[in-house]
């Protein structure tokens, strides 16, 4: 094979969608690529990445919105009604999702599986499985929400912000089972490749909750057992248009066949699976969630919840987006190293890690220019406002780091890493992170903003890890590794236990 230079493979006239991953990945294997070919092979890249991630961060964004709406109307009610309903959508709702999207994510892996397989009707019983297990969670879940005033004085929250976020739990309780049912069927039409629809379905619902909101917190008056109940209702209505849609849509016809008894066999086998998935997810979403917490045990815990919670849910909103990079990322290289492409999965890490850096160099100056305004979504609450302003800048460091953590996270997901990633993360958040953010904030002067100093060095460390991996990664062994467990997934029966040939 000649040069790179001698290739035409890149020539102006060569239509992007035309370019295969194999025809990328000889070009790239003739030795280093010149200047005048990095456009095109980044926009080659780009393309691919787009036509995966942007449903994606729509669903993810506009699934997350409708309780940041909720929190900003909140806040126009009173400083403490904001802090109670903070503390409840950390200590409360943040538990219930993540143990209900920890739990869905072993529904993507098996519906995954059995759609790989080609059992399509299987699919339908490990939903209804999934199901029934997210329910039975729900009603343990119940007694929580219920008795959330005594949760949460029993970990040092004052009674005055204990009493309100009681209120805010107990109109949420409907919503922690529209969680149980939305969670596993959303990750029913995501292994089916059904992105577009749960995209539209999101924008639909928030729009529709926003009006609601203002209905129900500024005309009727009905404060902030209103505001939650009226949550509670946007997310039954994503259910049921979830529900329709894999009801009636075609693309759901081999898929979904109907109700069936099937779905109480294999239990056990697939409840250890939805467990040890749970863990994992609820390890990393609990951690930010912890900080909030222990920052309602600081002297002035209404400002110091208020503020951090602000904050917080702007970091949230970035990190939605790089989620769904994160997903794109993580299908790129492992699809690439599945196809024995290293070169090809190599640069597809090049090119989502520069591309979520540019994004959050642009969120980060956003933050930082219209911090007063932002808060002001929030309160009007001055103390909290200039809170706020004093933790913005840290909030912009933590959405540059957050610009390339998800990313490489993803990258490690693609590549088989989970077990290293999830070591790291345990040291590097609450070994690390949470221990130095709780010695800055009540050994020190800087309050909440210590707890954020906190969250960042354990972000920096595990960030820093992490791309110490990848740079030493050598992608031919990779591409080795997937070759050997595709075959080990082939030959084992877990598949086969899990999902019943229906």
């Known amino acids: 094979m000649g040069s790179v230079e001698d290739q035409p493979l890149l020539e102006s006239n060569t239509q992007l969608a035309n370019l295969s991953s194999q025809a990328i990945e ?23 990445l787009w036509l995966l991630s942007g449903s994606s961060i729509i669903m993810s964004i506009f699934s997350y919105m409708p309780g940041f709406v909720t929190l900003m ?45 080609k059992k399509y009707a ?9 199901i029934i297990l997210h329910l039975g969670a729900a009603v343990l879940l119940t007694f929580l929400y219920w008795f959330s005033g005594s949760f949460l004085l029993a ?42 629809p749960l995209a539209y379905m999101a924008v639909g619902v928030f729009l529709l909750h926003v009006l609601l909101s203002w209905i129900v917190v500024y005309v009727l008056s009905y404060g902030l057992l209103g505001a939650a109940l009226t949550l509670s209702f946007s997310w039954w209505l994503l ?17 979904w066949t109907g109700f069936s008894l099937k779905a109480f066999t294999g239990i056990w086998p697939y409840f250890k699976l939805t467990m040890a998935s ?38 949230n909103w970035d990190m939605q987006f790089m989620l769904g990079l994160s997903q794109a990322a993580s299908v790129r290289v492992s699809n690439e190293l599945g196809a024995a492409h290293p070169r090809v999965a190599k640069f597809s890490v090049f090119v989502v890690s520069g591309t979520s850096i540019l994004i959050s160099i642009a969120f980060s100056a956003f933050v930082l220019i219209f911090r007063v305004p932002m808060s002001k979504l929030f309160t009007s609450d001055s103390e909290v406002i200039d809170a706020v302003t004093d933790l913005t800048p840290l909030l912009a460091i933590s959405v540059l780091l957050n610009g390339i953590q998800p990313i490489l996270s ?45 969250m960042i060095l354990g972000v ?8 110490i991996l990848t740079a030493r990664t050598n992608w031919e062994a990779e591409v080795e590794k997937a070759v050997i467990r595709i075959k080990r997934a082939a030959e084992d029966e877990t598949l086969d236990q899990l999902v019943a040939d229906v």
């Open 26 to 48: 000889e070009f790239l294997e003739t030795g280093p690529v010149g200047l005048r070919w990095w456009p095109k092979l980044v926009a080659w890249e780009s393309r691919l």
């Open 73 to 117: 109307f909140a806040g126009h009610l009173g400083s403490v009604e904001l802090a109670g309903a903070s503390v409840a959508s950390v200590g409360i709702q943040g538990l219930a999702y993540g143990i209900m999207l920890g739990m869905a994510s072993a529904v993507q892996t098996v519906c995954g599986q059995a759609y790989g397989a």
């Open 122 to 130: 299987a699919m339908g019983v490990i939903l209804q499985r999934a």
């Open 155 to 196: 970990i040092g929250q004052t009674e005055s912000i204990a009493k309100s976020g009681q209120i805010f739990a107990r109109g949420l309780i409907l919503q922690i089972y529209a969680f149980a049912l939305s969670c596993p069927m959303q990750r029913f039409l995501q292994a089916q490749n059904i992105v577009n």
């Open 239 to 255: 259910v049921i248009i979830n529900a329709l849609y894999i009801l009636l849509s075609p693309k759901c016809k081999q898929t």
């Open 278 to 315: 749970a863990v994992m997810l609820c390890l990393e979403i609990w951690y930010n969630q912890g900080l909030v917490l222990i920052s309602g045990l600081l002297s002035n815990p209404t400002i110091a919840l208020d503020s951090i919670s602000i904050c917080m849910n702007y970091l």
């Open 410 to 454: 993803g990258v490690a997901i693609g590549s088989g890493w989970q077990g290293i990633v999830a070591y790291v993360n345990l040291g590097s958040y609450y070994v690390i992170g949470l221990t130095v953010g709780c010695v800055l904030a009540f050994k020190t002067s800087l309050g909440v903003a210590g707890i954020w100093w906190g």
């Open 460 to 467: 920096l460390i595990q960030t820093v890890i992490i791309i």
